[in-house]
């Protein structure tokens, strides 16, 4: 799987992600599209790809394709997020809030459903309360109307953020100001 300038990116990555889940992929296959996917996560557009393949219909990508594009989404906001512009950050915060009110945030499957909250977790971590002031209410108001499953959604990525800000075990990743920020935010709601 050799990806050349004009190769579209999107159904390469496509293919990379069948493959490197399928037992018929030799190990051979299988390190080059491991390969293809870190170098996928070094570059911007891995964002919107990876978008793209979350809104297809399970028709085209089964859950097993959607979790791992989840987990990469996720490893390529944290590596990605100090290096965005103002534009792009809010492009990501945008992102999340759209794969909350998808219909994968009502997924059968609660794997699907935990890395949603981790993702919106990790922006939330990284925006509230000074960028993104009205995180808490918009959750209350989306978890009023909402189903279960995505109610799940919200409360482990509210638990998450508080956990992350609290206790002593998790929050280590969170500087000190910004684990204060993020109670002191929570505690004014």
Not at 10 to 26: D, E, M, N
Not at 64 to 75: A, F, P, T, V, W
Not at 85 to 111: R, Y
Not at 139 to 153: G, N, T, Y
Request: proline share 3%; hydrophobic share 45%; with cysteine.
């Amino acid at each position: 799987m050799n990806a050349n300038a004009g190769a579209d990116s999107y159904g390469f990555t496509l293919l990379a992600l069948q493959a490197s889940l399928s037992s018929y992929t030799s190990k051979p296959e299988r390190e080059q599209c491991d390969r293809y996917i870190q170098e996928l996560k070094q570059r911007e557009e891995c964002m919107s790809i990876m978008s793209r393949i979350l809104a297809e219909d399970e028709s085209v990508c089964n859950q097993y394709i959607k979790m791992l594009s989840l987990s990469i989404l996720n490893d390529w906001i944290k590596m990605w997020w100090n290096k965005l512009p103002e534009q792009g950050k809010v492009a990501v915060k945008q992102l999340a809030l759209d794969l909350l009110s998808s219909n994968l945030a009502i997924h059968e499957n609660a794997s699907i459903r935990t890395k949603i909250a981790v993702i919106l977790s990790n922006v939330v971590e990284r925006v509230f309360p000074q960028y993104w002031p009205t995180f808490v209410k918009e959750m209350i108001e989306l978890w009023v109307s909402s189903p279960f499953a995505r109610q799940d959604v919200i409360l482990k990525a509210l638990e998450t953020v508080i956990v992350d800000s609290v206790d002593a075990d998790f929050n280590s990743a969170l500087p000190t100001l910004r684990r204060q920020e993020i109670v002191a935010g929570i505690v004014e709601m």
